[in-house]
């Protein structure tokens, strides 16, 4: 008999915007084998919960343009302190009748 049982991905959710995040959390819920652990309104907030978690989520998905401690800072926190965490970043795309644009970081 094959053993059919996924593992869970635990995830952390940080996005500033709460309809967007949570929208994404309902959308990767729907998935069945994600877990998410934290979800987060600011690059603060996120770097707060992931120091007070007792296990650590296997991924970080974050808004790169987030006020305050912006998705870079945030990312490069996370790295130094979580050398191992994987991250995916979210950036906004706005959509124009002449192509699009991104934010870019200067």
């Not at 929208?23 to 600011?42: K, Q, V, Y």
């Not at 994987?86 to 970081?105: D, P, Q, W």
């Amino acid at each position: 008999m094959e053993n059919n049982i996924q593992p869970v991905i635990r995830l952390a959710i940080a996005d500033s915007q709460l309809m967007v995040r949570k929208t994404i959390c309902m959308l990767i819920a729907s998935f069945g084998s994600f877990s998410i652990d934290i979800e987060a309104c600011s690059g603060e907030d996120l770097v707060t919960q992931l120091a007070a978690a007792h296990q650590q989520p296997d991924i970080c998905v974050m808004e790169i343009a987030m006020p305050g401690k912006t998705g870079y800072d945030t990312l490069e926190e996370i790295k130094a302190r979580w050398p191992g965490m994987k991250t995916l970043v979210l950036i906004e795309v706005a959509v124009t009748g002449h192509g699009t644009s991104v934010k870019k970081r200067h």
